[in-house]
């Protein structure tokens, strides 16, 4: 049986980029699924429950970022994560 991988683009919003806060938010949503969730921000590959993973991708703003979740909640990972990012992770 083979893994179901989820993917959504976004694009980071936050004027000061995803900074340590939003990364801390990310890992630690990212860590409530079972799935594996991966960012790819240009060339770069980030495993999403690690903070300093997610800070080394240095995503500044308007920065499009894919997400990319695999495994059995896949769905309702990205639908979580992507969340994060579409209200600008609160900081508004």
């Not at 903070?51 to 970022?65: D, K, N, P, S």
């Amino acid at each position: 049986m083979s893994e179901r991988t989820v993917v959504r683009q976004v694009v980071v919003g936050m004027r000061q980029g995803l900074h340590a806060r939003p990364a801390d938010m990310l890992a630690r949503e990212a860590r409530k699924w079972q799935s594996r969730i991966e960012l790819v921000a240009g060339s770069q590959r980030a495993d999403g429950k690690s903070i300093l993973e997610v800070l080394t991708l240095a995503a500044e703003a308007g920065t499009y970022v894919v997400i990319e979740a695999t495994g059995p909640d896949a769905d309702e990972a990205i639908d979580a994560i992507g969340g994060l990012f579409e209200r600008n992770f609160d900081e508004d």
